[in-house]
């Protein structure tokens, strides 16, 4: 069984950082894409970043330039840092395995979701 359990959401700042980590268990964890998604209240879930197997990346719009994803596949666990913060980033941030190596393959796998809070 995949369990996939996050950490490091919050209450920041505008302007502040925060890394959420993401910690796997049940697969072998490099043969698969991972990504972050986040979902505001009232709002639809959507993909704010992905890393394919080999650690090629990509990045909704609205973060590029300010969050990194990363993946270390001997702790198992994918990490997504991010930078100046703004209140619109404020969401439900959920881990995500996708069943194979690109970030395109379908979901399959969920975490239960970490609260990331952006106010002053």
């Known amino acids: 069984q995949v369990q996939l359990v996050e950490s490091g959401g919050g209450l920041v700042q505008p302007g502040g950082s925060l890394r959420l980590s993401c910690a796997a268990s049940g697969s072998i964890f490099s043969r698969y894409a991972m990504a972050w998604y986040r979902q505001a209240p009232e709002k639809q879930r959507e993909l704010v970043a992905a890393i394919n197997s080999g650690g090629r990346t990509n990045y909704v719009d609205s973060v590029k330039g300010r969050f990194t994803i990363s993946r270390d596949n001997a702790k198992n666990t994918v990490y997504l840092q991010m930078n100046s913060l703004k209140p619109e980033d404020t969401a439900v941030y959920y881990c995500?395995?996708?069943?194979?190596?690109?970030?395109?393959?379908?979901?399959?796998?969920w975490g239960q979701g970490t609260q990331v809070t952006v106010s002053s």
């Open positions: 995500n395995r996708k069943a194979g190596t690109s970030w395109s393959s379908p979901s399959d796998y």
